[in-house]
């Protein structure tokens, strides 16, 4: 094991704050990771979640350490947790095109519940550092997630063509392109052109290529009625 200093080891002020900025930044790189690739929890639920847990594990040492053995004050602690996930449940809903959206808000309500559990102990050093970690992931941090991924080679679009031949028309440009095609799922229903043929699918764009060189390129193509960026 690595020489840890007691301080860091032990429940004060400065281990909290260390731990909860360790949460931010592992969090972070793992969920700038996943929101990179496109995929639908990504940089702030994933520093949201870390931080919660972190936060509803430092709370359950506060507790011992206040209590010992005598009771078990973390049992309701688990079942608000527990229950906080059907209520982010309900907020995560799968739109049109799909879309997934409120994922941030699930993860949001999950930790804003381990922080209510903190305050709740009387365990403030630890409410305070995840208030101020939870309201840096949704107030400040979008602006880097938007940044890395409009630097991201991974796109989603959303295209309706009026024929399967305009479709396979897109999808042997994108091979001559050199663009890698991840997935494509053709969809028949809600299509705006009659009779019309749309699908959703994701690409890794060369690093020559920007996204609107791909969109115009699409747009371009005879047939091809409609292109979203998802």
Same mark, same amino acid.
């Given at each position: 094991m690595l020489p840890i200093p007691d301080v860091l080891t032990d429940l004060n002020l400065l281990s909290v704050s260390f731990r909860l900025v360790l949460a931010v930044f592992f969090g972070g790189i793992i969920g700038l990771e996943r929101g990179i690739n496109r995929h639908p929890?990504?940089?702030?639920?994933? @520093?949201?979640? /870390?931080?919660?847990?972190?936060? !509803?594990?430092?709370?359950?040492?506060?507790?011992?350490?206040?209590?010992?053995?005598?009771?078990?004050?973390?049992? $309701?602690?688990?079942?608000? @947790?527990?229950?906080?996930?059907? $209520?982010?449940?309900?907020?995560? $809903?799968?739109?049109?095109?799909?879309?997934?959206?409120? $994922?941030?808000?699930?993860?949001?309500?999950?930790?804003? !519940? /381990?922080?209510?559990?903190?305050?709740? !102990?009387?365990?403030?050093?630890?409410?305070?550092?995840?208030?101020? !970690?939870?309201?840096?992931?949704?107030?400040?941090?979008?602006?880097?997630?938007?940044?890395?991924?409009?630097h991201s080679d991974i796109l989603n679009l959303y295209v309706e063509v009026a024929s399967l031949g305009a479709y396979r028309d897109v999808m042997k440009a994108f091979r001559v392109s050199e663009i890698s095609v991840y997935e494509s799922t053709l969809e028949r229903g809600d299509v705006l052109t009659p009779n019309g043929v749309a699908f959703v699918i994701s690409l890794k764009v060369p690093r020559r290529m920007k996204t609107i060189d791909v969109l115009e390129m699409i747009e371009g193509f005879n047939g091809v009625t409609l292109v979203e960026e998802l």
């Amino acid at each position: 094991m690595l020489p840890i200093p007691d301080v860091l080891t032990d429940l004060n002020l400065l281990s909290v704050s260390f731990r909860l900025v360790l949460a931010v930044f592992f969090g972070g790189i793992i969920g700038l990771e996943r929101g990179i690739n496109r995929h639908p929890a990504g940089f702030r639920t994933h @520093i949201l979640v /870390c931080v919660g847990s972190t936060l !509803a594990m430092l709370t359950n040492m506060y507790i011992f350490d206040i209590w010992g053995n005598v009771t078990d004050p973390v049992r $309701l602690g688990a079942q608000v @947790i527990t229950g906080v996930g059907f $209520l982010g449940a309900g907020t995560i $809903l799968l739109t049109g095109r799909n879309h997934i959206r409120g $994922l941030t808000t699930a993860a949001g309500l999950w930790a804003s !519940a /381990c922080l209510g559990l903190a305050i709740g !102990a009387g365990f403030y050093e630890g409410a305070l550092g995840g208030a101020v !970690a939870i309201f840096i992931s949704l107030a400040l941090l979008p602006r880097m997630e938007n940044y890395a991924y409009r630097h991201s080679d991974i796109l989603n679009l959303y295209v309706e063509v009026a024929s399967l031949g305009a479709y396979r028309d897109v999808m042997k440009a994108f091979r001559v392109s050199e663009i890698s095609v991840y997935e494509s799922t053709l969809e028949r229903g809600d299509v705006l052109t009659p009779n019309g043929v749309a699908f959703v699918i994701s690409l890794k764009v060369p690093r020559r290529m920007k996204t609107i060189d791909v969109l115009e390129m699409i747009e371009g193509f005879n047939g091809v009625t409609l292109v979203e960026e998802l």
